[in-house]
């Protein structure tokens, strides 16, 4: 049951209605007993910058990446691991 101290995390892109995601993760979550939700977030590039500043003012804890913004986010982000930073693109962002 999602409740007001349930964590949301997701996925965003364009298109991102056809991710199989958030039936995996959501599955895991109830089988883990983890007071968790993960929804899929269709993002247009023109809305990348706000998606990601919503992010982080609703205190999510991460979000996937899926394309077409694995490389344009990184513009948008405070830091990056050395991974990303080698290869030029993210699939995961994590909020501390």
């Not at 298109?15 to 007071?35: T, Y």
């Not at 910058?49 to 003012?57: L, S």
């Not at 982000?77 to 991974?83: F, I």
């Amino acid at each position: 049951m999602i409740k007001g101290d349930t964590r949301v995390v997701g996925i965003i892109g364009d298109p991102v209605e056809h991710s199989l995601s958030p039936i995996m993760h959501n599955s895991a979550f109830r089988h883990l007993n983890m007071n968790y939700v993960y929804v899929a977030f269709k993002v247009r590039k023109e809305a990348l910058r706000e998606a990601i500043e919503g992010v982080r003012a609703l205190d999510m804890r991460g979000v996937n990446v899926t394309i077409p913004h694995k490389i344009s986010v990184l513009s948008f982000l405070d830091w990056l691991d050395e991974n990303a930073e080698k290869i030029g693109a993210v699939n995961t962002i994590v909020v501390d």
